[in-house]
């Protein structure tokens, strides 16, 4: 079964790829546009404040970067909201990797 194969080796190449969950809350006027790589791209932003974290998924290791821009009285309802997208970026990881774990083993079964 070729097409199969094939299939599970773009699966094992794309999950080679997949090392790093980066969640980016930015505050302000921006446009999100794909550049020439298909990664996401900031322009136009009219500020510099952001919460960032960056999951390393091989390692675990969890990192996050406040800007000292953001404005106090927005700190506590932001750093909330940034908190809830990293669970949910974690969630949804662990999900894909689920059904690619599942996908992987149908794919075997089948040789």
Excluded: C
């Amino acid at each position: 079964m070729p097409a199969a194969a094939d299939l599970a080796e773009k699966l094992s190449k794309a999950a080679d790829k997949l090392v790093e969950l980066r969640i980016v809350t930015v505050i302000g006027d921006a446009a999100v546009g794909l550049d020439a790589n298909q990664k996401l791209q900031l322009t136009g932003l009219t500020s510099t404040a952001a919460y960032v974290t960056s999951i390393d998924l091989l390692q675990g290791d969890i990192w996050t970067s406040t800007s000292d821009s953001v404005p106090e009285e927005q700190r506590s309802g932001l750093r909330a909201y940034h908190d809830q997208m990293v669970q949910k970026g974690q969630e949804i990881v662990a999900r894909n990797l689920g059904l690619l774990k599942d996908v992987v083993d149908f794919l075997d079964k089948r040789r």
